[in-house]
């Protein structure tokens, strides 16, 4: 009996935190429409305002075709006020919650689409924060975006 009382309590857990995440308010979005690379670095950007102890989830909303194998990776760039705090790297396949998941994939030619949360960012300090992004992808001639964005929700 103790066992099914641990076990509904952690059903009722998870349930409340998928709940959490759906429900969580968008408060910024980042159109990427070109892959960068070396050479030709396409930074994105978008400034809000934040508190201290707020958590910032960062979600990818992507519609993407491709042939073969592919990796993907939002990089970004952490600005604070004017003093750059770092750089995040965020990978769209590796998402915690997926939301109107379409893949179909036959002979190695990819069609998907997705909304997924990746990650979050607890907020230490108040201030304008920046975030510069870019996409980043392994060689694949193939890839075709048709939309790449990277959502920011609280």
């Known amino acids: 009996m103790k066992i099914i009382k641990i076990a509904l309590l952690f059903c009722i857990a998870l349930v409340l935190v998928k709940c959490a995440a759906l429900t969580s308010k968008e408060v910024g979005r980042v159109q990427i429409d070109t892959i960068s ?3 030709n670095m396409d930074w994105k950007e978008v400034k809000l305002d ?4 707020e958590k910032l989830w960062f979600w990818t909303d992507m519609s993407i075709i491709y042939d073969d194998e592919l990796e993907l990776e939002y990089q970004v760039q952490l600005i604070r006020d004017s003093d750059t705090l770092g750089y995040i790297k965020l990978h769209p396949f590796e998402k915690k919650v997926t939301i109107g998941e379409i893949k179909s994939s036959v002979l ?3 069609d998907w689409s997705f909304q997924g949360q990746m990650d979050f960012l607890q ?4 201030g304008q924060y920046t975030f510069r992004v870019i996409l980043v ?6 890839l075709k975006l048709n939309k790449a964005d990277l959502v920011l929700k609280k």
Do not use: M, Q, R
């Open 37 to 39: 690379d070396a050479e």
């Open 123 to 126: 907020i230490e300090k108040s």
């Open 50 to 53: 934040l508190k201290a102890g």
């Open 137 to 142: 992808s392994s060689l694949n001639e193939t």
């Open 108 to 110: 190695g030619h990819t």
